[in-house]
């Protein structure tokens, strides 16, 4: 299994970036796929999930009504979508992919066995 993150990048305050994470190597319908964050010498942190199916999709409140998280089948990616930037946003964001149910609502990242590689956002104020 494979999940390639990429779209990170400088940006201004306010500005907007779009990250994606393709995944390969095996059939994710039973699969919840999430976002994570990590900022320097700050824990790990959830940020948004989807169910591949996209019958739920759930935020951590920090982005809320700012991130939208979404995902196409067809190719086997998942997207998020970052509006209104903020320099807190400022972190390595990591894609994962863990199995329902035991994914579903972890925002800890315990129950997710597969990750990406990271990429980089930086938000300038």
């Known amino acids: 299994v494979q999940l390639q993150a990429s779209g990170g990048g400088l940006v201004q305050a306010g500005g907007s970036l779009r990250l994606s994470c393709a995944a390969s190597?095996?059939?994710?319908?039973?699969?919840?796929m999430g976002w994570f964050r990590q900022a320097p010498g700050k824990e790990r942190e959830f940020v948004a999930a989807i169910t591949w199916t996209g019958s739920s999709s759930y935020y951590t409140d920090s982005v809320k009504g700012r991130f939208t998280i979404s995902r196409d089948t067809a190719k086997n990616t998942v997207y998020l979508q970052m509006n209104s930037l903020k320099a807190e946003d400022t972190a390595v964001y990591y894609c994962a992919a863990g199995r329902r149910p035991y994914a579903t609502y972890d925002t800890s990242g315990e129950n997710y066995g597969y990750w990406g590689q990271g990429t980089q956002v930086t938000v300038s104020s």
């Open positions: 190597g095996r059939t994710f319908s039973n699969y919840v």
